[in-house]
């Protein structure tokens, strides 16, 4: 066990565990970050995806020791990290939403963050550069082509400066999901 | 429920045609005050407008949660903004709730509409003696009653305390589907926003306070049992309470957290006694289908004599083998046992067989177990299984017997899914015709022999046939002398319904083989089929009567869409299949490259129509379609799990590769304009797309592919 100090979604957080705990379970099962998923355990699907200093990293692979002092954000804090305030949505779930990418759902936040984190570097990508980015992420429900549409939607809207997409957050929002 | 499984009671109600019979319950009436409008189990209006529908399916990506609400909502003539929905878990209100064989929209179609419909009825009647006027001339209307001589107009909020004094109507009028307002609109999926956000709350994300986490070690070898374990070292890992077997063939490790459980695992010591299938391995298996093919089989589907019809007879065998679902989230569930009393929250497709197997499993009656069902990371069939259910139940009472009170949560990790999955059944197919002078069929045998998963699971096999295949493997020709028959084989693997369940097995085998006859006749593919589907007929299989004239109409259409007649680009090649299962029909072209005769097709196009009845939310039917045919792919290409030394081979999605983004085509999906009862939408997509590819794959390269997945071929 040891205190390893993480900087999560903007905030300070010290945690007590073992070094080699993976990331994944240390957002998941400590700080209680579950948008964060779970699929191999070996870094071969992407479910887990978060950003380490911006880059996209499988949380299922990355001991947390390795991360200490560094600035993770996962998808809960995506759109904070971009400058939107409480419950604005950032470009890519609201691109996500207009398309009607998920279906069951439970690789889409590692899909929101690959894809983020391409679009940070590359605002208007090709093609063949979605594909490059967001190979690394499995789909068992077959959602990539809604992905890639979604994608070029966000990266058209990111042409017009800090404009967001307005979606209809009311109170059905989150579709009895509970 | 017995004899008759849920999945055969499913089938069996939809195929009367009538859907299941519904627990209407009596509604609340409340005192002078009532709470709540609720004329039956799917709906609930309160004072202050709230309109609540509930589903008694399971959401696992299909839209349930949002294509069930939309068929209640289009009868009660609601505002759809002021929709919200409630997930029921396992109850005694809703006839079977498998969430299965697609057949949601299929069996809650009538009663859906129904309980809309009766609910409409009587806030019209509620509004009519509150205003003192006719009841004709009130009309409801996004939401409200009008009354449009007076221009006046109520809330269905405002009438609950009216509405509740009203006699529930039994028999009331339905709307035709040419003043459906909802139905067959491109609505956007309630449960979106919240997967996007991180929000929503799969199994594996519930949590309580207290809670504990369990990973099970389990044989690894089929049918084999622990022997004895070590302890010592898993407790010596932080937060590790409990380690402990669990049935015969398992030991379980529980922690304070995931990480915990899994370490604990991992260090921990267990001998297994490794059984009866110790040498198994999938030669063994194969040989067991070999040896199938010898034996009496069961008739399926006959037509005419084919032993009588003369000419030229050609013949071929297929083979598939064992595949895994796979889901994106791997099995988890918790359960708090409380000795007189156990409540689980579970990713299921089916609520009510988790409550008996827990109930049978722990030793309570079913009435004192509740399962909460959450929303699920895929099911596939997968979670028609209850074992995670079962296991989470068995080791909290276990930990309660060592003074645990404790809710457990029990995640499988992807290895465990892997390795411990039921899987789809392997199967070799029999194909034999005989062709007329004009090169069509006048005689088609299509022998299937592949293990029973009812049968294994101990569920009657009627005849010798499998209860999946009436839904699953029917005539898709118009052939003069046609038979289908099944021969059942044995085999200890475990056996699982995967999406389309047995139709992928059939149609790969059957729409190969077509395409081999069309070869052998020297005739084009599309034309050939068309030739069969000429004539309207009705081909009667089981409790489906299937009709050339709906199968003419798909294919056609893809044909059209997919500019058929017309010239492929250089190094193009394209294949064609169709097959109808769950009572709809699809037919899929595929257009290919290849780069060498050897080398990976890439799939650049497909197109996909489907005519499955009216279409209720187009978006989600595309959203399906497009799904399967990605799932379908990569059964095509690549699954296929082995055996050896009686343990499975595969592991994680390395070894079993679902297909990638780089892998995926446009999909480009057409339903055929209907108002047929809808049918199945969540499987028919798949079994079309291996024999569609393989077609493709023949015409570019002229070798035929007759086993699958077409990668190891």
Known sequence: MAEITLRVNGSERKVSVSGETPLLWVLRDTLELAGTKFGCGAGLCGACTVHVEGNPIRSCSTPVSQVAGKNVTTIEGLAASNGLAAGQLHILQAAWIAEEVPQCGYCQTGQIMSAAALLSKTPNPTDEQITSAMNGNLCRCGTYERIRKAIHRAAGAIERPREIAKIDQEKRGNGGAR | ?713
Not at chain 2, 70 to 79: C, G, H, P, V
Not at chain 2, 155 to 170: D, F, H, M, Q, R
Request: glycine share 8%; net charge neutral; proline share 7%.
């Open chain 2, 1 to 713: 429920m017995s004899p008759l499984s849920r999945r055969e009671f499913v089938a069996a109600g939809v195929a009367a045609g009538a859907g299941l019979v519904i627990g209407f319950y009596l509604p609340h009436r409340g005192g002078p005050q009532p709470e709540f409008f609720s004329p039956n189990a799917y709906l609930r209006v309160t004072p202050d407008n709230k309109v609540t529908i509930v589903v008694a399916r399971s959401e696992m990506g299909q839209g349930v949660r949002t294509a069930l609400p939309m068929i209640l909502a289009e009868e009660l003539e609601a505002d759809w903004k002021q929709i919200e929905i409630e997930q029921a878990g396992a109850s005694t209100l809703y006839g079977d709730q498998t969430t299965g064989g697609s057949a949601s929209i299929r069996t809650t179609w009538d009663p859906m509409r129904k309980a809309g419909a009766a609910a409409r009825e009587m806030l019209i009647s509620a509004a009519a003696l509150t205003w003192g006027v006719p009841r004709s001339s009130c009309t409801a209307e996004n939401g409200r009653i009008k009354h449009a001589a007076t221009n006046r107009s109520l809330s269905y909020g405002e009438l609950v305390s009216k509405a509740t004094t009203l006699p529930i109507p039994t028999d009331v009028p339905l709307k035709q589907s040419k003043d459906y307002k909802i139905v067959g609109q491109r609505l956007a999926r309630l449960d979106t926003p919240a997967k996007v956000k991180g929000e929503a709350i799969f199994g594996i994300d519930f949590r309580m306070p207290g809670m504990k986490i369990a990973q099970l070690a389990r044989c690894p070898t089929i049918g084999g049992k622990v022997s004895g374990f070590d302890d010592k070292e898993s407790k010596t890992i932080p937060g590790v309470s409990y380690v402990g077997k669990i049935g015969d063939a398992a030991v379980a490790v529980v922690a304070d957290s995931v990480w915990g459980a899994m370490e604990g695992r991992r260090v921990l010591n267990v001998t297994w006694d490794d059984g009866p299938n110790k040498d198994l391995n999938t030669a063994a298996v194969r040989e067991s289908l070999k040896q199938g093919a010898s034996k009496k089989a069961a008739s399926l589907y006959s037509a005419g004599d084919a032993a009588k019809a003369g000419g030229r007879r050609i013949s071929a065998e297929y083979e598939l083998p064992f595949m895994a679902h796979a889901p994106m989230e791997p099995g988890n569930c918790t359960a708090h046992y409380q000795g007189t009393k156990c409540e689980l929250w579970a990713p299921t497709q089916v609520p009510q067989d988790c409550r008996d197997s827990v109930a049978t499993a722990i030793g309570l009656d079913p009435d004192q177990v509740k399962v909460n069902v959450t929303l699920m990371g895929g099911g596939f069939g997968r979670r028609l299984e209850h074992d995670y259910a079962v296991e989470a139940a068995l080791v909290s009472k276990a930990i309660g017997a060592q003074g645990i009170n404790a809710p457990v949560k029990v995640i499988w990790t992807r290895e465990d899914d892997m390795r411990f999955s039921t899987y789809r059944p392997t199967s070799l197919h029999q194909l034999s015709a005989t062709l007329d002078g004009s090169g069509l069929p006048a005689a088609l045998i299509h022998r299937i022999i592949a293990p029973s998963i009812s049968g294994q699971k101990g569920q009657p096999v009627p005849g010798g046939v499998d209860p999946d295949l009436p839904d699953e493997a029917g005539p898709v020709y118009a052939i003069p002398h046609y038979t289908i028959e099944s021969v059942v084989t044995e085999t200890p693997v475990p056996l699982g319904w995967m999406r389309s369940v047995y139709a992928l097995q059939a149609a790969f085998a059957l729409e190969s083989f077509i395409d081999e006859l069309a070869v052998a006749a020297g005739k084009d593919p599309l034309q050939y089929r068309l030739h069969l589907l000429a004539k309207d007929q009705d081909l009667q299989y089981f409790t489906t009567t299937w009709k050339t004239a709906r199968m003419r109409g798909v294919l056609q259409l893809a044909a059209e869409k997919a500019g058929w007649n017309k010239p492929l680009p250089a190094g193009h090649y394209r294949g064609v299949a169709c097959f109808g299962c769950f009572a709809s029909y699809m037919a899929e072209v595929v257009e290919i490259t290849m780069e060498h005769e050897n080398a990976q097709p890439r799939v650049q196009r497909v197109v996909a129509v489907v005519d499955c009845g009216q279409v209720v939310n187009p978006s989600i039917l595309e959203q399906q379609i497009q799904g399967g045919i990605v799932y379908g792919l990569a059964n095509a290409l690549r699954a296929k799990i082995t055996i050896e030394k009686g343990r499975v081979v595969q592991g994680n999605f390395d070894d079993y590769a679902p297909l990638r983004m780089d892998e995926t085509p446009a999909v480009e999906v057409y339903a055929v304009p209907s108002v047929e009862v809808p049918t199945g939408i969540g499987e028919p997509s798949v079994p079309p797309i291996a024999p569609a590819l393989c077609n493709a794959i023949y015409a570019a390269t002229k070798k035929r592919i007759r086993a699958l997945p077409i990668l190891s071929s």
